[in-house]
Structure formats: C-alpha cells, structure tokens
C-alpha cells in the first residue's frame, strides 16, 4: 500500500504513447527531440532514445547536467538548451563542461545575445541555434531577422546550426493548435531563408510541440528537420481539452483519497502541492478524473482538491469516502517537479526517481 497522494505512471500506456509519436515523426521524415523538462526522469529518457529520438531538450543548465549525470543509463549525450541562455560567468563555466560530456546545443535570440555568448564561452565546442517567434511573443527574434542574429553570431565565433521555435500560443479551443502549427512551419521557413542569405547553412530546424504535432505532414519535412514535444509521453488535462489527446492517452495520474462527500461532491488528499496550480482561461477546472470524465475539480487548495459531479449522476457512480480515484493534472509538468519519484505501474510498482526536479537554473 502506497500513502496517497503520489504519481503513478501506467507504462503501457506511456510505452504506446511513445511508439505513436516516434511513428508519426518517422511518416513525417523528421527527428525526434522530446523535451525532457516534462518527465525529468532518466527511466523515461531512455525508453525515448530506445524508439528512436535523437537527443533530449532541456529548458535550463541545471535539467542538462542532471541528464548527462545519468547519460549511461539513458543512452543519451546529444541535448539540447532551448532557451535563450545569457550566461554569467558561473554558469558559462558550467556550459564549458557540459560541453566537454555530450554533444551540448544552446539558444540565442538577439544580437547582444549571440555576442555575449561568444565573449562569455569562447570556442567551447558547442552549437547555437537562433530561436525565432511564431506567434507566442514570448522569447525568439522576428522569423525575417533570424538571419543578421545568426551572421553576428557566426562573426564572434559561434557554431550556428540552425534555427528553432516553440509554439507555445498553440494551447486554446477551436483551431488554435492548426493556426499555431501553421504559423510554426511558415516562421522556421522564412527564418531559414535568412539565414540562408546570410551565408549560414540552417542545416537544423527545429519545432514541434505536443499540441501541434498532430497537424505535420510530410510536406512539412522540407521545413522542419527535427520535433521537440514534451508532454505527449504522459498527456493531461490540458491536452484533453484542446483535442490533443483521449482520456485514453492519458499516462499519469495523481492517486488520490476522497476524504469527504456530500451528495455530489467529494474531496479529494490531493491540492495543489502534488497537481500544480495551472488553470488556463478556458480551462473547465483544476483537472479532471481519469475515471470520471464529467467530473470537475472546481476548486483547488494546498492539500484539498473539490470535486463536483453533475447533478443527475446515479449516487453509485459518485466515489465514496475512503476511495482511491486517479486525477489528470492540468499541467503534467507542473506537477512531476513537485514529486521526488514517480511510481511506475509494470507489474511490480517500480520507483523511478525525478532526477531534475527543481533544477531550475
């Protein structure tokens, strides 16, 4: 008996997830560079490199020292940085000797970026590639200006490889995640171009996230080289929501208690410390049942999560106290880094330790 709440990951489901996905690329004719900010878990990032990925992404320093720390139990020294990193002297050496251990890719999105990444780095043996915006207005340069970021780049001494993005504004209702795929693909193009123009060959060019994958075809391949989801191994609420994914596709849950009920509302041991707070505008609650799709978690504490269910539901349909149910977290990312393991359902209950969580930096 495990003490509720905790993570569990159902591994066939995780396995059929990956074997989609690493499918789907293949038809498609690109890499596979799943983000790894999302499981943070070196089990998972080597059942990734096993269906066929490339290498890893990581969003900080910190997530790619604690995938290189684990490199022989991944497979993997090929990772990339996706962030436009502006690096202090602490953290360039911590770049210097990354790039001594794996094949290491860092962002840069500016010109005072890539200049400073030269002085800071010198000919430290890494690759760059320019990030550019596709609609986010987030971080990246504008598509049209890819080109002058990577030649003062490749003028101060850098590697420039290529260029990438996230479609980050592909999370909505409706036709959301098509547009966002759309612009994707227009903005690495015309990013691309200019590079070309500039005299930087864009032999990497990078995209992809979970919510716009489903939208690539092979037409795509003549743009996109590579893919970098990184929620598609588990999926969550979100995905559910904006037609990403099935209840079905779900991989990760919270295993939670019901504590109280009344008539058609119950509460559940699980807040917002073991599911994270996210909440998107459109968003119908803070997470759904994996077993309850019409139930909603309509409000959400530190160590209680409220549930409501719709007012017709039969009262042997609604969980009773003292019962387990398994919640979908809006956010899956939000919510393995607040947990030190996942439990993986295979037969035998296997722990499979976060190594990155909180590697913020």
């Known amino acids: ?24 690329a293949r038809n498609v004719g690109v890499d596979v560079r799943p983000h790894a900010k999302t499981h943070k878990c070196a089990e998972i990032a080597r059942l990734q490199i096993d269906h066929g990925a490339v290498g890893l992404t990581v969003a900080t320093i910190g997530e790619a020292e604690a995938f290189a720390d684990a490199s022989d139990a991944t497979r993997c020294t090929d990772i990339f940085i996706a962030y436009p990193l502006w690096p202090n002297a602490v953290q360039a050496s911590r770049l210097r000797a ?51 970021v990577a030649e003062a780049g490749v003028a101060a001494g850098l590697d420039v490889i290529g260029v990438f993005t996230f479609p980050g504004h592909s999370y909505g209702l409706g036709d959301t995640r098509r547009a966002a795929a759309e612009q994707e693909v227009a903005a690495l193009a015309t990013a691309a171009a200019g590079l070309r123009a500039n005299g930087v060959d864009p032999r990497v ?98 160590h209680h999560a409220v549930v409501e269910f719709p007012a017709e539901s039969p009262d042997e349909d609604i969980p009773g106290i003292g019962s387990f149910v398994r919640v979908v977290p809006n956010h899956v990312c939000n919510a393995v880094n607040l947990v030190d393991e996942l439990v993986a359902i295979d037969g035998s209950d296997t722990r499979w330790p976060v190594i990155a969580r909180g590697r913020n930096s």
């Not at 008996?1 to 789907?24: C, F, H, K, S």
């Not at 043996?125 to 200006?145: C, I, M, Y």
Request: glycine share 10%; with cysteine.
């Open 205 to 302: 060019r990078s995209g992809g996230s979970t919510p716009t994958v489903g939208f690539l075809d092979a037409g795509h391949a003549d743009v996109l080289t590579e893919i970098r989801p990184g929620v598609y191994p588990f999926n969550d609420a979100q995905q559910v929501e904006i037609g990403s994914c099935g209840f079905d596709e779900v991989a990760l849950t919270a295993v939670a208690t019901v504590v109280r009920r009344d008539a058609h509302r119950i509460v559940l041991d699980a807040g917002s410390k073991i599911l994270g707070a996210d909440r998107a505008p459109w968003a119908t609650g803070y997470g759904r049942l994996l077993d309850h799709h019409d139930a909603r978690i309509v409000m959400l504490s530190e």
């Open 98 to 148: 990354l790039a001594e251990r794996v094949n290491l890719r860092v962002g840069v999105d500016s010109l005072a970026g890539a200049r400073h990444l030269a002085r800071s780095l010198g000919t430290a043996g890494l690759q760059v590639l320019v990030e550019v915006d596709s609609g986010q207005h987030r971080t990246g340069v504008a598509p049209e200006l890819a080109g002058s």
């Open 1 to 24: 008996m495990i003490d509720t709440p905790y993570l569990e990951v159902d591994v066939d489901r995780l396995d059929r997830n990956l074997a989609t996905l690493a499918g789907a």
